[in-house]
């Protein structure tokens, strides 16, 4: 009520709501007059405080949104058809290199590869006589040659009718035609060896694939294949995951990855608060067309298998060192341009005027905020910053404990 109806009670109590009101508002706007002729310095310049930040190198890092990821996964698919003989094995199970995971009845396939081998056996048992028949031919053709050369000196010298002399050159084409079909059923025997001994090893890696294992030591993340099921090519047995060591994904930005090196230290939060450090193992060099960003690996131990693929992740990637300075988050502020930086106090003259400095914003701390773009020594107003522009006169007072 003494708020709402102020004049009421005013004029209740005896005083003159008029001349009382035009004296509040004298008092007000005289208060307001000292108020900025205190904030005003003795020589014209508007008072400000300041303090003198020095800068120091620190620790850069990349900071990348990720997650983890198992350093292989592999699912485990049937390679050959058979109803499953043996018993499931629980997801979860730790596996090592060799386990047999799922195992496809044998059916006939031990029957074939009896089979294959004995072609095999026979295949090679007629390899001699076809070698034989070679070296046969090889000698009848040599001698019908010989016979050939006597007879064609005979008739030179009158000594044999030109008949005989015929009848050898046809025994040597006889000869040669016996020849080159020795030679046809020779190479016939060693087809026939080679596709027995192809048949064998089908045999043996069609028993092979009934017996499916784990190709490194892991977890299984699925349960394998159900007892008495059918297994067609193609069918999951299992899925299993290698999660020691364990990978940290993340996607970098075009304007960031010039920092980020093979080998440089990198450390993770993962979304259960858990703290992790490990080392980049792998940079793309190639660019997501549609996000345009770099692909970037690190490597972290995992030993119990207690981080999991897939958590979210908060990585930061160490990269070289940047000289910074330590200012309060107060002293921020804004150009017209919406430009953030500091303004800080420049020697002009006889005194002092302040001007706007860009900065970057590196890191934010609980002692204050890194920025860099600063000289190596500033005075950064920290008190006034927002009441001044470009060039206009300051009377600095300087604060104790500058960084």
Known sequence: MLVFERDMVREFAGFAPAETDQTDTTTLAEEAAETATAAAAPGGGVSVIAVESTAREIDSAVVIRGRTEAVRAVDLLAETSGRSVAAPIQKGALVSTGDVLCEIDMGTRAEALAEARARLAEAQANAPTASARVA???ARLDEAETNLNNTESLASGGFAAETRVIAARAALRTAEAV???????????????????????????????????????????????ELGSLLQPGALCARVLDLDPIHLVGFVSEVDIERVEIGAM???RLSSGREVMGQVTFVSRSADP????????????????????????????????RMAHLLPQSALTLDDAGSLGVRIAVADGDGDVARFAPVELLRDSPEGVWVAGLPEVARVIVVGQNYVTDGVAIAVTMQEGGS
């Open 179 to 225: 020849l080159a079909a020795a030679r046809g059923g020779a190479a016939s025997a060693e087809a026939a060896i080679e596709a027995a001994r192809s048949a064998v090893a089908n045999a043996e890696r069609e028993i092979e694939r009934t017996r499916i294992t784990a190709p490194f030591d892991g977890v299984l993340e699925t349960d394998t294949a």
């Open 266 to 268: 990198a450390g993770a």
């Open 290 to 321: 549609t996000t345009r960003t770099f692909r970037v690996e690190a490597e972290v131990a995992n030993p119990d298998l207690s981080i999991r693929d897939g958590q979210a992740a908060e990585i930061l990637v160490r990269a070289a060192g």
């Open 136 to 138: 046969e031919a090889q």
